[in-house]
T-cell receptor, first 108, second 113 residues
Framework: GENVEQHPSTLSVQEGDSAVIKCTYS??????FPWYKQELGKRPQLIID?????GEKKDQRIAVTLNKTAKHFSLHITETQPEDSAVYFC???????FGKGTRLHILP | DTAVSQTPKYLVTQMGNDKSIKCEQN?????MYWYKQDSKKFLKIMFS???????INETVPNRFSPKSPDKAHLNLHINSLELGDSAVYFC????????????FGNGTRLTVT
C-alpha cells in the first residue's frame, strides 16, 4: 500500500519569508496529490492539489511541485503571513493516505 | 447549508459504553470516509464507502462498525469504548474515489474516561 513521508514536522519562518514542506510517496501508481491546511480546532481544508500529468501548479502565494521520477512533491508558500500558521498535510491517492503533518509557525 | 455535517460535536463517555457518530453530506458525492485524528494530529483513514459499499477497511478493531443507509449518510458505531479511542473523528466525502478532493465535516471530539 501507499506510504507518505512528510518533512519537516515543525517549521518556523519569519513573516514575509517563504516556507517549503516536502513529501515523498511509495506507490508509483498514485496520481493525485492534495495538500490540506488545518487551523487549530478546525477541520482540514484543501488548499491546492496536483495530478500526475503536470509538474507544477500555482495559486497566488501557494505552489506545488511534483517529481514523479523521484516520487516526491512539495508545497511552497511565499510571502508568508500570520494567517498561514496552521498544520499542513500532504496526501497521496489511492485511499488518500496522509503524511504526518507539518506545524507551520509564522514569526512576527 | 453545511456540506458535510456530523453529530455530535463533542462526546464524553465512560469506558465500556457504546456510542454512535452520524454523518451526512449534501454534495451529491458517491464516496464517504471516516478518519481518526489522534493527539499527535495524525490523520488515519478508517473506512471508506462508495455508493453504500465498503471499499476500505484499514485494520480497525471490530468494535468499530460503519453503516451507510444511503450514499449521503455514513454513521460510525463504536462498541465497548476504550481509553485509546479518545480522538477527533472526521467524516469526509469526495466525488469519486482516489482522485478528487476530500470535504471534511467539523469533527467529533470523543473523550473516553
Amino acid at each position: 500500500g501507499e506510504n507518505v513521508e512528510q518533512h519537516p514536522s515543525t517549521l518556523s519562518v519569519q513573516e514575509g519569508d517563504s516556507a517549503v514542506i516536502k513529501c515523498t510517496y511509495s506507490d508509483s501508481a498514485s496520481n493525485y496529490f492534495p495538500w490540506y491546511k488545518q487551523e487549530l480546532g478546525k477541520r482540514p481544508q484543501l488548499i491546492i492539489d496536483i495530478r500526475s500529468n503536470v509538474g507544477e501548479k500555482k495559486d497566488q502565494r501557494i505552489a506545488v511541485t511534483l517529481n514523479k521520477t523521484a516520487k516526491h512533491f512539495s508545497l511552497h508558500i511565499t510571502e508568508t503571513q500570520p494567517e498561514d500558521s496552521a498544520v499542513y498535510f500532504c496526501a497521496a491517492a489511492d485511499k488518500i493516505i496522509f503524511g504526518k503533518g507539518t506545524r507551520l509557525h509564522i514569526l512576527p | 447549508d453545511t456540506a458535510v455535517s456530523q453529530t455530535p460535536k463533542y462526546l464524553v463517555t465512560q469506558m465500556g459504553n457504546d456510542k454512535s457518530i452520524k454523518c451526512e453530506q449534501n454534495l451529491g458525492h458517491d464516496t464517504m470516509y471516516w478518519y481518526k485524528q489522534d493527539s499527535k494530529k495524525f490523520l488515519k483513514i478508517m473506512f471508506s464507502y462508495n455508493n453504500k459499499e465498503l471499499i476500505i477497511n484499514e485494520t480497525v478493531p471490530n468494535r468499530f462498525s460503519p453503516k451507510s443507509p444511503d450514499k449521503a449518510h455514513l454513521n460510525l458505531h463504536i462498541n465497548s469504548l476504550e481509553l485509546g479511542d479518545s480522538a477527533v473523528y472526521f467524516c469526509a466525502s469526495s466525488q469519486v474515489v482516489d482522485n478528487s478532493p476530500l470535504h471534511f465535516g467539523n469533527g467529533t471530539r470523543l473523550t473516553v474516561t
